[in-house]
Nanobody
Framework: QVQLVESGGGLVQAGGSLRLSCAASRSIIIMGWYRQAPGKQRELVAVIASAGGTNYADSVKGRFTISRDNAKNTVYLQMNSLKPEDTAVYYC?????????WGQGTQVTVSS
């Protein structure tokens, strides 16, 4: 089992920035962030592999940056130029082979 502890959500005005963090209880190959807005399906935001490869949703490219500290088993999501449509619950995700884990979610609200 892997426990994921998220932090960093909150309320910010449009154009502002937030940084999310997610600490895993042990090392795991793929870590990333998904989000779910009210009435919508959960969607990929960004993922990063332990070797550093990344993948982003088109809607966040150029505004969000995912990074990780493998020594701390922690993944970060730096969110800049936030828009009201970025409002959602953001979930940390970790997976490798047949394992997959989710964090409890952290609310990000962007006011216009």
């Amino acid at each position: 089992q892997v426990q994921l502890v998220e932090s960093g959500g909150g309320l910010v005005q449009a154009g502002g920035s937030l940084r999310l963090s997610c600490a895993a209880s042990r090392s795991i190959i793929i870590m990333g962030w998904y989000r779910q807005a009210p009435g919508k399906q959960r969607e990929l935001v960004a993922v990063i592999a332990s070797a550093g490869g990344t993948n982003y949703a088109d809607s966040v490219k150029g505004r969000f940056t995912i990074s990780r500290d493998n020594a701390k088993n922690t993944v970060y999501l730096q969110m800049n130029s936030l828009k009201p449509e970025d409002t959602a619950v953001y979930y940390c995700n970790a997976r490798q082979w047949r394992e997959e884990y989710w964090g409890q979610g952290t609310q990000v609200t962007v006011s216009s």
